[in-house]
């Protein structure tokens, strides 16, 4: 018993709390935070300034046309409406250009004939 009377600075197990995991798991998410919010920003903004074709935008020239300018819905339709002519309905589009000759070039010009309108209407409802 000499021998164990003489150790007598030899303490219990003492619990040392470990938090290392939680700094590991602390440092990860900051790091994945600074990368996935710049990555966020630059998606959006490119989703923010994504260019339109030159057919959305004239189908959108189409949709908005105000019938009260004649020679507005004139110049408009033909040159907007051009980019949507196929086979099914270029007749279409060929009879209607040739009516609303009459609109264009002139200084004075009358109002537009209603069929017609509606015909311009009907066009452009069909297109997509």
Do not use: H
Not at 73 to 82: E, L, P
């Amino acid at each position: 018993m000499n021998a164990i009377q003489g150790l007598k600075d030899i303490k219990d197990i003492v619990e040392v709390p470990d938090y290392s995991l939680y700094f590991l798991i602390a440092i990860t998410g900051v790091i994945l935070l600074s990368i996935a919010y710049p990555v966020y920003l630059y998606l959006t903004r490119i989703k923010k300034t994504e260019l339109k074709t030159p057919r959305e935008i004239a189908l959108q020239n189409l949709k908005n046309i105000d019938f009260s300018d004649v020679k507005k819905v004139a110049y408009t339709f033909s040159v907007d409406g051009f980019l949507f002519i196929d086979d099914k309905n270029r007749d279409e589009f060929e009879m209607i250009e040739k009516d609303l000759q009459q609109y264009k070039y002139r200084k004075k010009v009358n109002d537009l004939d209603e069929k017609l309108k509606e015909r311009i209407v009907k066009f452009i409802k069909a297109l997509k």
